[in-house]
């Protein structure tokens, strides 16, 4: 199933203890977002690639993009405060298609397989995100003090790429606009309308480069996929 995706890539390097956009940081010499578009890049079935950026980067992007010849990258759109603003700028410029897939440039490990099945999902029920088993074991707590133990069968940890029928991921975002409504993922704006998500399982090495341990992590990544 053919897809667009939409990148957000306008974040910051806070949480990443970084002086500069995270994204822009060197995994052996390159720099993290450009992982992330080498795999849409080689996807056959990926027609057009969309990032939302911070207007003062977009040169820098834009060069990066013709220097390493990333052909399916049609456009951009300015990212806003918050990630939910960036990936709605995003949606109300790409020209309409079939199934948007929505990830994180943060994400540079996701796999092939796992983008496939996501696309081919939605395209027949909607609306299907990428998600891990929750390994550990889950508790609430209020003062300090356990007060339940969740079971963890039902629980997962939820990551991009987030895939969706075109027409009803925008018809969330803009609603959830008008609403004030703020999530933490595309998925929550769909699930407020009522419409079922589906889960794909996805990988543990589809990590978000997040905080400094992930680039320890990332590397070793790279490192065992070069063995
Ligand atoms: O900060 P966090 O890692 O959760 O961001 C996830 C993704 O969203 C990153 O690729 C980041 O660049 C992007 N983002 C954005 N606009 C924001 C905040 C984050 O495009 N305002």
Redesign the pocket.
């Known amino acids: 199933m053919n897809y667009t995706v939409v ?6 390097g806070k ?1 990443m203890k970084a002086d500069k ?3 822009l940081l060197e995994l052996f010499g390159k720099p993290i977002f450009l992982y992330t578009l080498d795999v849409f890049q080689q996807d056959p079935n990926c027609d057009a690639i969309w990032l ?1 950026v911070k207007e003062q980067e977009q040169e820098l992007i834009e060069d990066y993009v013709k220097r390493y010849n990333l052909t399916k990258v049609q456009g951009y759109a300015t ?5 939910q ?3 709605r700028a995003c949606l109300e410029v790409i020209p309409p298609c079939g199934v948007v897939l929505v990830h ?3 994400r540079p490990f996701i796999d092939q397989k796992v983008i496939a099945q996501l696309a081919e999902t939605a395209q027949q029920s909607g609306a299907a995100i990428a998600a891990v088993p929750v390994k550990d074991t889950i508790k609430k707590a209020e003062n300090g003090v356990i007060t339940e133990t969740v079971d963890r069968n039902q629980l997962w940890m939820i990551q991009t790429p987030q895939a969706f029928r075109y027409s009803l991921i925008l018809e969330a975002a803009r609603i959830a606009h008008k609403d004030g409504f703020m999530g933490t993922d595309e998925a929550m704006l769909v699930e407020r309308l009522n419409q079922p998500v589906a889960i794909v399982e996805s990988t543990y090495e589809n990590i ?3 905080t400094p341990d992930d680039l320890i992590y990332g590397k070793a990544i790279l490192e065992s996929r070069l063995q």
Do not use: C, F, I
């Open positions: 990148l957000p890539a306008a974040g910051s949480r956009n995270k994204l939302a990212g806003g405060v918050e990630r603003d960036s990936v994180d440039a943060a978000k480069m997040t």
